[in-house]
């Protein structure tokens, strides 16, 4: 296992149109999570899932957002619409937790959105 | 709600000297982890050193430890004997919500 992967690195899209984005987790863990981080600033939560359910989703996510993990493997996040406004690193991060404990994050290397 | 406050926008430190990094939080749960998290420049994310909330012993991880005041609801990060490779945003993180990071630059 090489550790979380997402693609694409890079993404640039007219304003309006719609991205999707994929994440390959660490096969072992059970948790996704998504997180976008905008430059000098911490990763700001967008949503995550135990397996295949979606637990919590930030309530600063506009509609124009979606996420997916089907069958609790890899996951997908889609903006609809984008806006300038959306320019940023798309974070995915997966972790274990078992038994009540959580065990820590391991991020991917995140995908850049830029919006023209 | 659970928030993450990071009052150290920016710190410095000499090679091979000590540093310590605040944090401090604020949550209604009595049962939770706090995390510090590296980001080298250009580079992704990695785990420093986490803390279960109900284990009173501070968390070590070779160079790096935390002072964790639970009444207080802090969490500091020390980072002893620095090195040039310390240099990095470093986020404190409560479950899920992260702080808005501290640029720590080891200097020569």
């Known amino acids: 296992d090489t550790g979380v992967s997402q693609d694409p690195r890079h993404k640039i899209t007219k304003r309006g149109q719609n991205v999707t984005f994929r994440c390959d987790p660490i096969s072992e863990h059970n948790r996704l999570y998504w997180y976008r981080q905008t430059l000098g600033q911490g990763p700001e939560f967008l949503t995550y899932f135990q397996n295949e359910a979606q637990l919590e989703k930030s309530r600063l996510l506009s509609d124009r957002f979606s996420a997916e993990r089907p069958k609790g493997s890899f996951s997908t996040l889609e903006i609809q619409r984008t806006e300038q406004g959306d320019s940023a690193m798309y974070l995915c991060a997966s972790s274990l937790a078992s038994g009540g404990r959580e065990y820590g994050y391991t991020f991917g290397s995140g995908t850049r959105l830029t919006v023209v | 709600a659970q928030t993450v406050t990071q009052s150290q926008p920016e710190m410095s430190v000499q090679e091979a000297e000590t540093v310590t990094l605040s944090c401090t939080y604020d949550t209604s749960e009595n049962n939770y982890y706090l995390f510090w998290y590296k980001q080298p420049p250009s580079r992704q994310m990695i785990l420093v050193i986490r803390?279960?909330?109900?284990?009173?012993q501070n968390a070590t991880e070779n160079r790096f430890s935390v002072n964790f005041q639970k009444a207080a609801k802090s969490f500091s990060l020390k980072i002893s004997d620095s090195q040039l490779g310390d240099t990095a945003m470093y986020f404190c993180a409560l479950d899920m919500r992260f702080g808005a990071g501290t640029r720590l630059t080891v200097k020569p």
């Open positions: 803390q279960e909330a109900y284990k009173q």
